[in-house]
């Protein structure tokens, strides 16, 4: 019974990334230049080994190792079910995203290094902290292909509640449901510090604390110091502005 769920296991995988053929038992055909979807997955690294000489010394032995602990997703149609994409969509994602991240999990660190690249003026390690535990749902230091795929889902082709539920998730860095004035700073110094100092028009040193003052001003309604999810919904959802940006990202995929 175990070795017919391990072979289900490994079927859905292979099914995942194309590698196999469902029908005809045989490999798929090679895969097709990279495409958009591919190119948005190098958002989110993989966590690969530390050096490149370490890996060369590694004998079949703990090569075979490797490849039992590699992580393989749940079967495809259960993300189908879960997610708003097809299974086509899921089985170019899944291709990607193995081709980024050939354990199948990508770790904070080796997370943050890659973010990093994209804002080269600034320092990103304090937001990319903040965005790898919102995709890090299960809490253990690790995001796997059924986490990126289920927020990617949301951030996507999500409803509008969907996408600010998912938003308030990541401003409530302690997850007890309201966010506080020091939080929303926090997040707003870490966006700051992403942006660098040398942006046009030059940012004042004041403008983190003026942006939390106007987001309390906007979202807190009864004055109480903290914002809570009905407060965020309800102001979002009254901002022509913010419901624009929250159609911002439906096209990608």
């Not at 992403?194 to 003052?213: F, I, L, R």
Request: net charge negative; hydrophobic share 30%.
């Amino acid at each position: 019974m175990k070795s017919t769920s391990q072979d289900q296991s490994l079927s859905d995988s292979r099914e995942l990334d194309r590698s196999y053929d469902p029908l005809t038992g045989n490999p798929a055909s090679k895969p097709h230049k990279k495409s958009i979807k591919q190119r948005f997955l190098k958002l989110l690294p993989c966590y690969r080994s530390s050096s490149s000489s370490s890996v060369g010394q590694k004998s079949l032995t703990e090569d075979s190792e490797l490849a039992t602990l590699s992580y393989r997703p749940e079967g495809i149609d259960r993300l189908v079910q879960q997610t708003s994409f097809s299974r086509k969509e899921l089985q170019v994602l899944y291709r990607g995203f193995k081709n980024e991240c050939p354990s199948g999990v990508v770790n904070e660190e080796t997370f943050k290094s890659i973010y990093s690249q994209f804002f080269p003026h600034g320092d990103s390690s304090m937001y990319a902290h903040f965005l790898f535990e919102a995709f890090d749902t299960h809490n253990n230091g690790a995001v796997n292909f059924e986490d990126f795929v289920l927020s990617l889902s949301i951030i996507l082709r999500g409803s509008i509640t969907d996408k600010l539920n998912w938003a308030f998730n990541l401003y409530d860095l302690n997850k007890d449901g309201c966010i506080t004035r020091e939080e929303m700073t926090d997040i707003m110094n870490s966006i700051y510090d992403m942006m660098g100092k040398y942006t046009y028009p030059n940012m004042k040193d004041s403008a983190p604390k003026d942006h939390v003052d106007n987001f309390f001003q906007k979202m807190d309604k009864n004055r109480d110091g903290v914002v809570t999810i009905e407060e965020f919904l309800e102001t979002c959802q009254k901002d022509e502005n913010i419901m624009q940006s929250m159609h911002m990202f439906e096209n990608v995929i």
